[in-house]
């Protein structure tokens, strides 16, 4: 009994060592596979930029939670691994477009664009109007669960890496100090949940401190008077990250 009891503790270490020693190899994943991509039949890949990756089939049968990208030598089959164990995908079609086919399925960026970094040299694209206004909402709502907490801690957590190198939540929670102190008055989550924004001029990417950053500025319907807003955004990782923030009730920006 004993003795089984060791092999089995050996057979466990050995596999946490296989494991942790794939992901410390983990290579850089090219640009245009960072993102997250959601299937036809509801299957999602997510590639970080580091090299990290997950997996999960449209049944929910088959799992990879942070495993790692590993591309083949011939540049036509991925893998979503971890410890060496996990799908294999045959590339069908590159990405392109925001999409990508594998294995004969469909694949989309949920950034509905192109999922190339920030600091790439292709350029990338805005996303729909559709996936504006989840993103947009989301920003708002989030800022507003800073505003009601008094907190942005978890905010700041949130936003693009190079925002958070330059600040901290203290900052952010002196910056904002104007929304907190009448938090009753900008309850924006109340104010905004159920309404569509309006975006003008349309939202397009422009160089912010030598990064193509999406700019989506508009207003929500709020009564008695109109939330206005403009974002600022970068793509971090696959995801399109917020860099700045401009809130004004009332008045134009």
């Known amino acids: 009994m ?7 503790l050996l057979a466990a270490a050995a596999l946490l060592t296989v494991g942790l020693a794939c992901n410390m190899n983990k290579k850089p994943a090219p640009a245009e596979y960072v993102g997250t991509w959601i299937a036809t039949d ?36 991925f893998k979503i691994g971890f410890a060496g164990m996990g799908p294999t995908f045959k ?3 590159a990405p392109s477009g925001g999409q990508m086919t594998l294995d004969g399925v469909v694949y989309k960026s949920t950034t509905g664009g192109s999922t190339t ?7 990338p694209e805005v996303p729909s109007k559709e996936k ?43 910056a904002f100090k104007v929304f907190t102190e009448k938090k009753e008055i900008y309850n924006f989550n109340k104010a905004v ?29 709020t009564k008695p008077r109109v939330a206005n807003f403009e974002f600022k955004y970068v793509m971090d990782d696959g995801t399109w990250k917020l860099i700045g923030v401009n809130v004004k009730v009332g008045g134009e920006l």
Not at 2 to 8: D, E, G, P, V, W
Not at 44 to 60: E, L, M, P
């Open 2 to 8: 004993k003795r089984n009891m060791i092999s089995a």
């Open 42 to 77: 509801g299957a999602k890949i997510t590639i970080s930029a580091d090299g990290g990756g997950d997996y999960i089939s449209g049944n929910g049968s088959t799992k990879v939670t942070g495993g790692s990208f590993e591309m083949a030598e011939d540049g036509k089959s």
């Open 91 to 93: 590339i069908d079609k």
């Open 117 to 123: 970094s920030s600091t790439s040299d292709v350029k």
């Open 132 to 174: 504006l206004q989840t993103l947009v909402k989301t920003s708002f709502l989030e800022f507003g669960d800073a505003v009601q907490a008094e907190d942005f801690s978890d905010f700041h957590k949130k936003v693009a890496k190079v925002w958070r190198d330059s600040s901290t939540p203290e900052k952010l929670d002196e």
């Open 193 to 221: 949940a159920p309404l569509d924004a309006t975006f003008s001029p349309e939202p397009k990417i422009e160089k912010v401190q030598g990064l193509d950053a999406l700019i989506v500025k508009g207003s929500y319907p």
